[in-house]
């Protein structure tokens, strides 16, 4: 339920579920991943950094509460990338870099993680070119390899809207467009082009996918960039 309310918005309602979840399953990494998460969008950062160093630290427990086990590799990375936009906000540049490439070594071949190392002011070249020509197999990863290509300059702005415009389903179009403007946004910020990136900010906020953190990012660095 709290994953459904994020996607709809309530933050808020999420939070208060992820809470209860906690505190009748203790030690289920996941959840405090996820507390973290709501937490994080309702500008509770310094708590949110608490619940994302707590899921990279604790192993994962069963529904029971027994049987503790590692932490996937694919959701420790994700808390890892979370904390590093957190670190990011709280103005600590060098730990949010850090944490990115823990996240990286976890998971080499996410598109995400460079665009995130190339919005926190590190050098993601290398990694950018690699998954530009990676064979991704899911229709998402190959949407984000577009805005790859778009970082490298091997696709301008309009002709990556264009490829969000073709979505087959409205919310994907929406969700799509969101991604490509707040990229972009973070990408003219980086360049120190503050009209440029609230422009794009804005036009991402706009499309209302809410449970997208890019999204709630854009949100977030329209407050910073007032």
Not at 102 to 123: C, I, N, Q
Not at 148 to 169: C, F, S, T, V, W
């Amino acid at each position: 339920r709290a994953i459904a309310r994020m996607r709809l918005g309530q933050v808020k309602e999420a939070e208060e579920d992820v809470v209860e979840a906690c505190s009748q399953i203790p030690g289920m990494a996941t959840w405090v991943f996820r507390r973290g998460f709501a937490r994080m969008r309702l500008g509770k950062l310094k708590e949110a950094l608490a619940d994302y160093t707590q899921s990279i630290e604790m192993g994962e427990k069963d529904a029971e509460g027994k049987q503790q086990r590692p932490l996937s590799d694919y959701m420790k990375a994700r808390a890892y990338s979370s904390r590093a936009q957190v670190h990011f906000l709280l103005g600590d540049q060098k730990k949010a870099l850090a944490d990115m490439a823990e996240a990286m070594k976890l998971t080499p071949d996410h598109a995400y993680s460079p665009l995130w190392v190339r919005a926190f002011k590190g050098d993601a070249g290398a990694a950018l070119k690699r998954l530009s020509k990676h064979a991704y197999e899911q229709d998402d990863d190959k949407w984000i390899q577009q805005i790859i290509r778009y970082y490298l300059g091997e696709i301008d702005r309009p002709k990556l809207l264009g490829i969000a415009e073709r979505a087959e389903e409205e919310k994907q179009r929406r969700e799509r467009l969101c991604q490509a403007h707040c990229y972009a946004g973070m990408l003219h910020e980086v360049k120190g082009e503050q009209k440029e990136a609230t422009a794009q900010y804005k036009l991402s906020v706009a499309q209302k996918a809410y449970g997208y953190t890019e999204h709630w990012w854009a949100e977030t660095r329209l407050e910073t960039l007032k």
